[in-house]
């Protein structure tokens, strides 16, 4: 399955943004899907996760009620809806896929999108 993100840019802080991740090239109810995300400096971290079909989520908990994670499965599309921005938000943001067959947490994501900017200003 081939990723790819969209919808970075530049926001102030308190503000919204929301990232899409389209998937082609497979099927995309075959994949858990989650977003991560990686600062200047910082190690990547998982952002959120979603099950194939959105029976379960998962948020960092640091980001837990900000934060959205979505699929329109008719769509091939994964979403990230980003509210009351801060500066530490600034990242690059990946979608990442894995197959369903494993469990949406504990292990790797095969798939990666290339990244869109998120960059919050003071």
């Known amino acids: 399955v081939q990723l790819q993100a969209s919808g970075g840019g530049l926001v102030q802080a308190g503000g919204s943004l929301r990232l899409s991740c389209a998937a082609s090239?497979?099927?995309?109810?075959?994949?858990?899907m989650a977003w991560f995300r990686q600062a200047p400096g910082k190690e990547r971290e998982r952002v959120a996760a979603i099950t194939w079909n959105s029976a379960v989520t998962y948020y960092a908990d640091s980001l837990k009620g900000r934060f959205t994670i979505s699929r329109d499965n008719a769509k091939n599309t994964l979403y990230l809806q980003m509210n009351s921005l801060k500066p530490e938000d600034t990242a690059v943001y990946y979608c990442?896929?894995?197959?369903?067959?494993?469990?949406?947490?504990?292990?790797?994501?095969?798939?990666w999108g290339q990244g869109t900017l998120v960059t919050v200003s003071s």
């Open positions: 090239g497979g099927t995309f109810t075959m994949y858990h």
């Open positions: 990442a896929a894995r197959p369903r067959s494993y469990s949406m947490n504990g292990g790797s994501y095969p798939y």
